[in-house]
Nanobody, 117 residues
Framework: VRVVESGGGLVTAGGSLRLSCDASTISFSIYNMGWYRQSPGKEREFVAS???????TYADTVKGRFTISRDNTQKMGYLQMDHLELEDTGVYYCNTVHPAATILTYWGQGTKVTVSS
């Protein structure tokens, strides 16, 4: 396992969580990074990404509520999730992709987020 997620849990709607992605076993600074999620009964979907230069992209469903960031020195990635909604429930996966060699793509095992009413 090259990347490890943490920070998931149970939160009430409107609350916040911060997910972390530990990428300390790879040369993280040269990788692009993303967060994906899989909700019950649905396919895995894109949530947010950040390039190695720091350019961010968000799914429309989380834009304005989630913030992706990275600390290349610490080899960590983050997903700050605010104003959580019931539909945000799912397993969240960290993904790192080498921009010049997509065969070097790593997925974590996921961290579960449950948003309750």
């Amino acid at each position: 396992v090259r990347v490890v997620e943490s920070g998931g849990g149970l939160v009430t709607a409107g609350g916040s969580l911060r997910l972390s992605c530990d990428a300390s076993t790879i040369s993280f600074s040269i990788y692009n990074m993303g967060w994906y999620r899989q909700s019950p009964g649905k396919e895995r979907e894109f949530v947010a990404s950040i390039t190695r230069e720091g350019k961010t992209t968000y799914a429309d469903t989380v834009k304005g509520r989630f913030t992706i960031s990275r600390d290349n020195t610490q080899k960590m990635g983050y997903l700050q999730m605010d104003h959580l909604e019931l539909e945000d429930t799912g397993v969240y996966y960290c993904n790192t992709v080498h921009p010049a060699a997509t065969i070097l793509t790593y997925w974590g095992q996921g961290t579960k987020v449950t948003v309750s009413s």
